[in-house]
């Protein structure tokens, strides 16, 4: 018999493949005189391996992956087991021996120890022999993504890797492996280099960026060395970037000096007992310990970096998660090798203990160590608890009968209590989700008559609310264990072990306990009117009261988009709770719940208004309403089929933790929901999800919406994707659709939904073309299309969560829609069950930071037109943006600015700081009334504590910042040409903006802002008020109707000088500030100056034009007046600026102020006189062109001083007459 199936086995083997024939037509060779790749390390030390070679008569090689100071790694074919392999084919210097040596020593490890499966190990070793003198050990790794290495080797083939002659060989350049974009399980690879850890080693060590300080001074180094490794390399996974780089700006590469710097203005300077012991130490310090800081003999050395701290560049976390974190880097990360933590101190740091209390599967394993320990709990019974066996196979062996009872219809009270063991072995789940805490139905139960000890166990052991210490978590479950054991009569232990089922007897208990199951889920059960009726007969009406909800206890918000998904979230409820009060300036409509131990607000979309914008503020209002610390945005989307995706209709996508693509960024999600979302992953690779459960538990719940409204599976059938260059024909089905563009798809064996981890793109359209669709997916690596959630994310840290409705593309139908929203209400469900109460609450709520100067006005009017423009300019997003507002002083600059900035709060969560930029002094007291607020200590002075509010700000989520009065630009950025104010040197103080997370808006009467601190197109001009806008401010602040005004000539009798003392009256505004000049004519006279300083030719036109008409100025006269400060742009610019006729009004008073007013008067009447024509017919156009301003002129007061000029003018004036 065993030579037949010895035959047999040989008989279905596949035979070995061929080698494969490499063709050398258009192989792209390098230039011999280039060194590449191992040339740099000696060639002559690496075994000469050519691709189409074929090692150890097995293992053709197929291309190159790498190479490194000890190996070139190569891709191979196994063409026995007819699988791809990887070949790392060692130098000839003997550095393969303790590689060799590690991976034996692996090889035979502990299998079962958990950290074993992150290891990779070798699959064989051999010997290769060239030309008899060169010998080397080799290994090889199995490979597990077979398309991807299968992708590479045709690539090889149809585009061979450029490559050098040798003399005895070719050189490769190694091709790059196109990997997925996702992020996997870690794995431990390349022991080349590694050394045991109690081995003192003094060589160089380590990639350059994770080099720890003993091996960049070159002292010994040990086990230590690692630690450091570890401590940084955490830190970059953790935050996405590396915490130190050393890359050296003046050479443009890695250097151990720029290395040093970055490490001392974090860590400080390294302690002098250090320094000495490093033979590479007076490179950098001098024999006191001190910095060697560039000088003329060393003009490359690098200077030392501005201080900077840990809590500074970690971007992520907040309060206690970030303290925690940072903590544990720091006992990695210190200069002295002996004062870093060991890796077994490391395991109790609280970081991570505290991680491990709050991720279920953690629970689990410590549950299984404990139920090991005791006596009292049989295997059957651990397996049961974790998971690990059939709930019928227990039934069968215990209580020697066949229960199949739905456990919800227990839980209701809609059925006896014959199926009290199904039920328990959820027990610690469900103890753990349905959380009893009203005292009065525990009462009510205990004083119910006839209650015998194992049902007082039991109910004890039921109403135990789950522990946050992991050892008092699995002393519940080992209670809640024995106490169901007891009540059915099922004694653990040697003594029944061995005992055959029918032996096994119920107890009376069991037997006769015909009321409702009571004790699991209990406020469930007192909502369902069953419940209800079996409490009311144990104890008269009113002996128990429902628990109150206040709007503290609404910690997670969940927002839909269509009625149709907030339904199904409903419906998948726990508990209803009675809706709440919200904000009085909230129009958000709420429904409450209960799902687990966490309570939720349900907010949708208005009726009929789809996208970002919408979606953003609903989630604004939310959080103003409610203390949320993270949300789901559950709904339906548009699915993407790809290689790696074979997604169907219904079923889910949501994000990996990860990115977000051009229409936002969803990469703020808080710890504990990242949490959740692993340790769901993780269980859906050894469990799966149980969404048919969930599915089920809203069908219970809500019969009506499966049976009327379509909630459920709509069939495969259904199911149709076409080809993507193939656009739906009219009508609101498919019916008409040529079926032979439907793309042919495996059948899948059942219907249960699959969750998909990747990109969710989001926009404000729906996405409806299939080509688009494919072309941004392949991209952007999207799984799946929707609105509403870019923008979301920056003020509302949620996680998307979608069914899928449809493919994305032209042939949209609402058929699957209820079920699409059904199962993402369903993953939501299952999501919320794995994350920890302790995590919500944990969870910082963003302080919302205002500092405004003024309060709003509520007499503002009008600048839609602005506002509308800066909306487009600065959407609602947290990536970095800016714009500017500009225009003459007096126009509104600074009350559009504050108007916009309460717009601003209304739509979003986010905080806003007002700074004073007409000075370096006010913008230095602006700073430090953010640091005050913020809590930044004072101590710090002059740039300290502008960076310390600057790196402060960077780490809000969202924020708004206001530079108000920047009409001297100089004092930000240098500006050729540009003449700054102060007299003292400029520190440039834009280099203390905050740079990420926000947004900045200037305001300036300086038009050159644009092109300077903003780019061009992104300033907004401020003008006047246009005369239907000044009607409205008059009539809302007079309080009179404007035909009842006093008329125009009433108004105009005054005076010029009247006039200039009622503009120059101060009036007192409280949206203005006390500092500054609050009269009209002040704001003109500043408005001048600046004009004056910026341009001389601009100053010479507004004086001389003061004394002309204000309209109509022609080109020749404007010329005229700039003389020889003359340029063309300038004057049609400064013409511009100035025809108001305040600025006239404003110019001659401070001309006769500073009685210069009859030079530049003078000036007018002579150009006038020059440019006027004789009065001839011939010239009446151009007389009737300059007339207005001859007489503006001549009729000045002053004029009867100008018995030369004046006369001359007067007589051509009056030939045209």
């Given at each position: 018999?065993?030579?037949?199936?010895?035959?047999?086995?040989?008989?279905?083997?596949?035979?070995?493949?061929?080698?494969?024939?490499?063709?050398?037509?258009?192989?792209?060779?390098?230039?011999?005189?280039?060194?590449?790749?191992?040339?740099?390390?000696?060639?002559?030390?690496?075994?000469?391996?050519?691709?189409?070679?074929?090692?150890?008569?097995?293992?053709?090689?197929?291309?190159?992956?790498?190479?490194?100071?000890?190996?070139?790694?190569?891709?191979?074919r196994d063409l026995q087991a007819h699988r791809h392999v990887a070949v790392k084919i060692f130098t000839n210097d003997g550095q393969d021996t303790d590689e060799i040596a590690i991976y034996k020593h692996i090889s035979q490890g502990n299998k079962s120890r958990l950290g074993y499966r992150y290891v990779r190990t070798a699959l064989d070793s051999f010997e290769l022999m060239n030309r008899g003198d060169i010998k080397s050990d080799n290994i090889l790794h199995l490979i597990e993504d077979n398309s991807i290495l299968a992708a590479f080797e045709e690539s090889e083939i149809a585009q061979p890797s450029p490559r050098k002659k040798a003399v005895d060989r070719e050189i490769y350049i190694s091709r790059t492996l196109d990997m997925p974009e996702s992020i996997g399980e870690p794995v431990l690879c390349d022991f080349g280099n590694a050394v045991y850890g109690t081995k003192i080693n003094d060589d160089d060590a380590y990639p350059d960026v994770y080099r720890c300080p003993e091996v960049m001074l070159h002292l010994p180094w040990s086990y230590s060395a690692d630690i450091w490794n570890v401590g940084v390399m955490i830190w970059d996974i953790f935050e996405g970037k590396h915490l130190f780089s050393g890359q050296d700006p003046n050479r443009g590469r890695y250097t151990t000096r720029a290395h040093l710097t970055e490490l001392i203005s974090v860590l400080g300077p390294p302690p002098l007992e250090l320094i000495k012991r490093g033979k590479r130490s007076a490179e950098w310090f001098d024999g006191n310990g001190k910095w060697l800081e560039p000088d003329e003999n060393e003009p490359e050395r690098l200077p030392l970096l501005p201080s900077s701290s840990f809590e500074a560049a970690e971007e992520n976390l907040n309060g206690k998660d970030k303290e925690l974190f940072l903590n544990f880097i720091k006992s990695m990360l210190q200069w002295e090798p002996e004062k870093r933590m060991t890796a077994r101190e490391l395991l109790n740091d609280p970081w991570l203990t505290r991680s491990q209390v709050t991720m279920p599967y953690v629970l689990r394993g410590g549950a299984a160590k404990a139920l090991n320990g005791s006596p009292d709990v049989s295997d059957s019974v651990q397996n049961l608890i974790l998971h690990h066996a059939s709930i019928d196979t227990f039934l069968k062996h215990y209580l020697g009968r066949n229960i199949n009872v739905d456990v919800q219809n227990i839980y209701r009270g809609l059925e006896p209590q014959k199926a009290l063991m199904r039920a328990a072995s959820h027990l610690q789940r469900a103890a753990a989700i349905w959380q009893v805490v009203d005292e009065d139905v525990r009462g009510a139960l205990e004083r119910s008559d006839h209650m015998t000890p194992e049902q007082l166990l039991l109910i004890d052991a039921v109403l135990t609310l789950p522990e946050t210490s992991l050892e008092k978590e699995c002393q519940r479950s080992i209670t809640a264990i024995n106490a169901v054991t007891t009540y059915c009569s099922v004694e653990e232990g040697v003594t029944f072990r061995r005992s055959r089922a029918g032996q096994l007897v119920p107890t009376v208990s069991a037997v006769n306990d015909k009321k409702p199951l009571r004790l699991v889920a209990i406020n469930v059960l007192t909502s369902h009117e069953a419940g209800q009726a079996s409490l009311a007969a144990t104890q008269p009406v009113g002996s128990f009261k429902m628990a109150t909800h206040t709007k503290e206890h609404y910690q997670i918000g969940i927002i839909c988009a269509l009625h149709t998904e907030a339904a199904a979230?409903?419906?998948?409820?726990?508990?209803?709770?009675?809706?709440?009060?919200?904000?009085?300036?909230?129009?958000?409509?709420?429904?409450?719940?209960?799902?687990?131990?966490?309570?939720?607000?349900?907010?949708?979309?208005?009726?009929?208004?789809?996208?970002?914008?919408?979606?953003?503020?609903?989630?604004?209002?939310?959080?103003?309403?409610?203390?949320?610390?993270?949300?789901?945005?559950?709904?339906?989307?548009?699915?993407?089929?790809?290689?790696?995706?074979?997604?169907?209709?219904?079923?889910?996508?949501?994000?990996?933790?990860?990115?977000?693509?051009?229409?936002?960024?969803?990469?703020?999600?808080?710890?504990?929901?990242?949490?959740?979302?692993?340790?769901?992953?993780?269980?859906?690779?050894?469990?799966?999800?149980?969404?048919?459960?969930?599915?089920?538990?809203?069908?219970?719940?809500?019969?009506?919406?499966?049976?009327?409204?379509?909630?459920?599976?709509?069939?495969?059938?259904?199911?149709?994707?076409?080809?993507?260059?193939?656009?739906?024909?009219a009508g609101e089905t498919c019916e008409d659709c040529d079926v032979k563009e439907v793309i042919e798809r495996k059948a899948w064996r059942n219907t249960t939904p699959r969750v998909f981890y990747g990109n969710i793109a989001s926009g404000n359209q729906v996405m409806k073309h299939g080509v688009t669709r494919d072309r941004i997916a392949k991209k952007e690596g999207v799984i799946c299309f929707k609105m509403e959630a870019a923008g979301l994310m920056d003020n509302f840290p949620c996680l998307v969560i979608r069914g899928i409705c449809d493919y994305a593309d032209s042939h949209k139908n609402k058929t699957w829609q209820p079920y699409a929203a059904a199962t993402a209400a369903a993953f939501a469900r299952i999501l919320l069950g794995f994350v920890e109460k302790q995590d919500v609450t944990d969870t910082p709520v963003q302080k919302q930071y205002t500092i405004l100067p003024f309060p709003r006005n509520t007499d503002f009017i009008g600048r839609d037109d602005i506002f509308q423009r800066l909306d487009q300019l600065l959407p609602l997003t947290t990536n970095y943006q800016i714009a500017a507002v500009w225009g003459l002083g007096g126009c509104g600059k600074t009350q559009t600015a504050l108007e916009y900035t309460y717009l601003w709060q209304e739509k979003t969560s986010g905080s806003v700081f007002w700074v004073r930029g007409d000075t370096e002094a006010s913008f230095s007291q602006s700073y430090s009334e953010i640091a005050k607020e913020a809590g930044i200590s004072l101590d710090l002075k002059g740039e300290d504590l502008l960076f310390a509010v600057q790196n402060w700000i960077q780490q809000l989520r969202n924020w708004l910042l206001v530079l108000d009065n920047v009409d001297d630009i100089g004092i930000f950025k240098r500006v050729y040409g540009h003449q700054n104010t102060d007299t003292s040197p400029s520190p440039e103080l834009l280099k203390f903006f905050p740079k990420k997370n926000g947004t900045v808006l200037w305001t300036s009467r300086d038009t050159s802002i644009v092109g300077t601190l903003v780019d061009h197109g992104r300033g907004v001009e401020v003008r006047g008020m246009s005369d239907q806008e000044a009607l409205r401010l008059f009539q809302s602040r007079s309080g009179t109707p404007w035909s009842e005004q006093p008329s125009d000539e009433e108004k105009f009798k005054a005076s010029e000088i009247d006039q200039f003392e009622l503009l120059d009256f101060e009036f007192p505004d409280v949206h203005r500030r006390s500092d500054m000049p609050n009269s009209v004519m002040k704001t003109w006279i500043i408005s001048m100056k600046q004009i004056a300083q910026e341009s001389q030719c601009a100053e010479k036109i507004l004086n001389t034009i003061a004394y002309l008409d204000n309209q109509g100025l022609p080109f020749e006269v404007l010329s005229a007046a700039a003389g020889d400060d003359f340029k063309k742009r300038e004057t049609l610019e400064a013409a511009g600026r100035l025809e108001h006729r305040l600025v006239q009004l404003a110019t001659r008073q401070a001309l006769t102020k500073a009685k210069q007013d009859s030079n530049f008067l003078g000036k007018a009447l002579q150009i006038m006189g020059n440019l006027f024509p004789n009065g001839t017919h011939e010239t009446w156009i151009s007389c009737r062109v300059y007339l207005p301003h001859a007489l503006k002129s001549v009729l000045s007061k002053e004029a009867d001083g100008y018995e030369e000029l004046a006369p001359g003018l007067l007589a051509k004036m009056g030939r045209y007459y």
């Open positions: 018999m065993a030579g037949l199936l010895k035959w047999a086995k040989s008989a279905v083997r596949r035979a070995p493949s061929p080698p494969r024939q490499y063709s050398n037509v258009k192989i792209p060779f390098i230039n011999p005189s280039e060194k590449v790749e191992e040339e740099n390390f000696g060639i002559e030390r690496y075994y000469p391996a050519h691709i189409g070679d074929v090692l150890s008569s097995r293992y053709q090689i197929v291309g190159k992956l790498g190479f490194g100071n000890s190996s070139t790694v190569w891709l191979a979230v409903i419906a998948m409820l726990d508990e209803r709770h009675p809706k709440l009060a919200s904000q009085k300036d909230d129009p958000n409509d709420y429904s409450f719940g209960r799902i687990g131990v966490h309570h939720l607000v349900i907010a949708c979309l208005p009726a009929g208004i789809m996208g970002n914008t919408p979606a953003t503020t609903v989630a604004g209002n939310m959080k103003r309403s409610f203390p949320i610390k993270f949300g789901l945005m559950v709904g339906i989307g548009g699915g993407v089929l790809s290689k790696k995706s074979d997604i169907r209709l219904g079923d889910i996508a949501t994000e990996q933790g990860g990115e977000f693509h051009h229409s936002g960024t969803l990469d703020k999600l808080p710890i504990a929901l990242l949490n959740a979302l692993q340790s769901l992953k993780i269980y859906d690779i050894n469990e799966g999800i149980p969404l048919e459960d969930a599915l089920t538990t809203m069908a219970t719940n809500k019969p009506r919406i499966v049976d009327e409204f379509g909630y459920e599976y709509q069939g495969a059938d259904e199911d149709q994707l076409f080809q993507s260059a193939y656009d739906h024909p």
